[in-house]
């Protein structure tokens, strides 16, 4: 969902802009190594602490430290990151001496920390402490209204990086990309981008050229059963899927597209003018 760039950019416009940025990614550090990354540790700290190491917290002071994935961080690194929050210090691993430092703390989860507080998965006092100014960050499947831009400017990116020309994306193809949900969200969409940039080089992309595993979707949500619900969308959000739905098996013809929502032409036609991103012709 773009999280690391979310913090990147509180960063930039913020008086540390001219410190480090720091970012680290909490779920890819086994928790016996997790702690020593982010408080450092001395010498002879633990077998194999052959020298002193500075941790992640001193090499962002007067910076901002991002972590990432903070619902994975295990039960002894959650104390020692309460402790920091309260008192804004630290021991290294190793030492009884307290270090100080002075940084902004960001941090992302995709999990829900509140649940995991009710648990005893995460420490509700540091959750609290945590929980100062929250940005909630919707899914790219989400933003309909973004994926085109998106997708026009990671396919220049690309096309720049590997000296080729970009890729025409035809509105078959944009059609089945609308439609699909983007688990995997901006990673996955870059990804997409730099796979076809790479291997059409120039050419006209159309619905045909696409993996399998994009038109299998659209097949599925535009089938008999187009008009179920998804739990996990809002009210609004799965209407608008629907009747997008409905306008791409439509091929863009209204008429058609409220017959197959059972609604009349107007209100599909007031339903486009509320949510313009709709229009799958644009």
Same mark, same amino acid.
């Given at each position: 969902t773009g999280k690391e760039l979310i913090a990147q950019a509180i960063h930039q416009n913020s008086n540390r802009a001219r410190q480090a940025f720091v970012p680290v990614h909490c779920a890819a550090l086994a928790a016996n190594l997790l702690e020593s990354e982010l408080f450092g540790h001395e010498k002879g700290a633990f077998t194999g602490a052959t020298e002193r190491r500075i941790g992640r917290f001193e090499s962002a002071d007067g910076g901002t430290l991002f972590l990432d994935e903070i619902g994975e961080i295990d039960a002894s690194t959650q104390v020692k990151l309460l402790r920091f929050l309260e008192t804004r210090s630290f021991e290294r691993l190793g030492s009884s001496k307290s270090v100080k430092v002075d940084v902004r703390l960001v941090c992302a989860t995709n999990?829900?920390?509140?649940?995991?507080?009710?648990?005893?998965?995460?420490?509700?006092? #540091? +959750?609290?402490?945590?929980? /100062? *100014?929250?940005?909630? #960050?919707?899914? #790219?499947?989400?933003?309909?209204?973004? +994926?085109?831009?998106?997708?026009?400017?990671?396919?220049?990116?690309?096309?720049? @990086?590997?000296? *080729?020309?970009? /890729?025409?994306?035809?509105? &078959?193809?944009?059609?089945?990309?609308?439609?699909? &949900?983007?688990?995997?969200?901006?990673? @996955? +969409?870059?990804?997409?981008?730099?796979?076809?940039? /790479? +291997?059409?080089?120039? &050419?006209e992309v159309t619905e045909y050229d696409l993996d399998a595993k994009y038109n299998a979707v659209l097949e599925a949500e535009t089938s008999s059963q187009m008009l179920s619900i998804s739990p996990s969308l809002s009210k609004e959000e799965n209407e608008k899927r629907l009747l997008r739905n409905a306008l791409i098996k439509a091929n863009g013809n209204r008429t058609k597209a409220a017959d197959l929502m059972g609604i009349s032409r107007r209100t599909l036609h007031r339903k486009i003018t509320q949510w313009p991103e709709l229009d799958v012709g644009k």
């Open positions: 999990r829900n920390l509140t649940e995991m507080a009710k648990t005893g998965e995460f420490r509700e006092d #540091l +959750l609290y402490r945590l929980n /100062v *100014v929250t940005i909630q #960050l919707p899914a #790219l499947r989400q933003r309909p209204e973004d +994926l085109v831009i998106l997708l026009n400017h990671y396919i220049n990116f690309f096309a720049d @990086e590997n000296e *080729v020309e970009p /890729v025409v994306l035809a509105q &078959s193809a944009l059609n089945v990309l609308r439609a699909y &949900s983007w688990p995997g969200n901006i990673r @996955e +969409l870059r990804n997409f981008c730099e796979n076809i940039v /790479v +291997l059409k080089r120039g &050419s």
